[in-house]
């Protein structure tokens, strides 16, 4: 977070908690006010409701001891709008009229309230509301002063929050500056020994961890590049040249096994090879019939017995790298022809879907979910394989984004791959 962000959300915060405070306070002071002032108006119905009821008594004539509040035997000589209030609302003690008036109202016998009533009309008495604009402004002054001392209050907060994050904002620096082949080193000792700088310590450890595994890691891809790929081409050059030499069936299906291996170690290397680079931040763009026609043409071998059903438009271009495309399709297509015992292979493209399908037998039955075909180390009864090469496509397809799925039915079996 900047400090500017802070700083706003800081001041943000203390002048709306002081806002909504005095508007509250404001509020509830002016409602206690109007109770309080309509407690009084009852407190002194109740009183007069008790001398005009002894006054009855006595057989005396009702007369109230304050000039606002008058006798009436019925409701007939109520005002107009009492009346027709207390019609719709029997329980009704206060009323509002034309011209300011207020009433109050208090029955002697509350059981019987047609008749015997006590009226108060308090308008000239209401204190509240003559000092209503004057209370309303002075809670807008306090809220003023409120605001000034919650704005100082924040100003200062702001400052002191600069000042202890400003740590944390060198710290950020250091690493944002800092590219991943180049991460720093050493920093943590600059820092005083508080909370920051426990965690610029953490963080110099995690950071010394994470450079020794990206240098192990560009070791064994620099390894695996010539050391495995040196043998792997040796082995490959070895048997091409047995090849031309005269051998008994045996031999011959001992050289096959051969290069099948080499075959599967060349492309599993290849492929490990691809996860171990970083992608680019913007994937180039594929065209997907040339990457596919190389795969078939560089396998030509692999479908001597099989029919191939391709469905392609020409101009198709998918956010995938070259290298990358080209082993997720060479793998798919060697799974369709290795592990299926059909016929046909279709290759088809619609709604940014990639389908590479055969008309075997589908998945074996110890997959329980379409899912399991893509971990690490599954792998069918017939394969040859060490249940790596489904593991490798998703993995890679996860790196572009490329979502994988697997159908499986009694038709064969058939892998989409969906291009974002």
Same mark, same amino acid.
């Given at each position: ?170 710290? +950020?620096?250091?690493? @944002?500056?800092?590219? $991943? ?6 920093? %943590?000792?600059?820092? *005083? =020994?508080? #909370? ?123 956010? +995938?790298?070259?290298? @990358?495309?080209?082993? $997720? ?6 799974? %369709?022809?290795?592990? *299926? =015992?059909? #016929? ?77």
């Amino acid at each position: 977070m900047k400090t500017k962000q802070l700083r706003n959300r800081i001041i943000t915060y203390f002048v709306s908690i002081v806002v909504l405070l005095s508007v509250l306070f404001s509020l509830i002071t002016l409602l206690f006010s109007y109770i309080i002032e309509d407690s009084f108006f009852y407190q002194i119905l109740e009183d007069e409701r008790k001398q005009i009821a002894l006054q009855i008594v006595n057989n005396e004539t009702p007369e109230p001891h304050f000039d606002f509040v008058t006798f009436h035997p019925t409701t007939d000589t109520l005002p107009a709008v009492v009346r027709t209030l207390l019609a719709e609302e029997p329980n009704r003690k206060e009323f509002s009229a034309e011209e300011g008036k207020h009433y109050h109202i208090a029955f002697l016998n509350k059981h019987d309230r047609g008749q015997d009533i006590l009226l108060a009309e308090v308008s000239g008495h209401l204190v509240v509301r003559e000092l209503r604009g004057l209370m309303l402004g002075f809670s807008l002054t306090l809220l003023v002063i409120g605001l000034v001392i919650a704005l100082l209050l924040a100003l200062g907060t702001v400052k002191l929050a600069k000042k202890l994050l400003k740590p944390l904002d060198e710290l +950020m620096v250091i690493v @944002e500056a800092s590219p $991943v082949e180049n991460l720093p080193t050493n920093f %943590a000792s600059q820092f *005083s =020994q508080n #909370e920051i700088g426990k965690f610029a310590q953490t963080l110099e450890s995690a950071l010394a961890r994470i450079r020794a595994f990206v240098e192990r890691e560009r070791q064994f891809t620099r390894d695996i590049s010539h050391e495995l790929r040196t043998p792997v081409t040796i082995s490959q050059g070895a048997v091409s040249l047995l090849n031309h030499t005269e051998l008994n069936s045996k031999q011959q299906e001992l050289v096959a096994r051969i290069v099948e291996s080499d075959q599967q170690m060349q492309l599993t290397l290849e492929a490990l090879l691809a996860l171990a680079r970083e992608k680019a931040d913007t994937p180039e763009q594929t065209n997907l019939q040339s990457v596919i026609e190389a795969c078939i043409i560089n396998n030509q071998v692999l479908f001597e017995h099989k029919v191939l059903s391709i469905d392609l438009p020409g101009n198709v271009f998918v956010p +995938m790298a070259t290298q @990358e495309l080209r082993l $997720v399709v060479q793998n798919l297509l060697q799974n %369709a022809v290795h592990h *299926s =015992q059909g #016929e046909q292979i279709h290759i088809r493209y619609r709604d940014n879907t990639l389908t590479i399908a055969d008309n075997g037998q589908g998945l074996p039955q110890t997959f329980t979910a379409n899912e399991q075909a893509f971990e690490s180390g599954m792998r069918g009864p017939n394969s040859l394989g060490t249940g790596i090469g489904l593991s490798l496509v998703k993995r890679l397809c996860e790196k572009f984004s490329v979502k994988v799925m697997i159908e499986s039915g009694e038709t064969g079996v058939s892998v989409h791959l969906k291009f974002a």
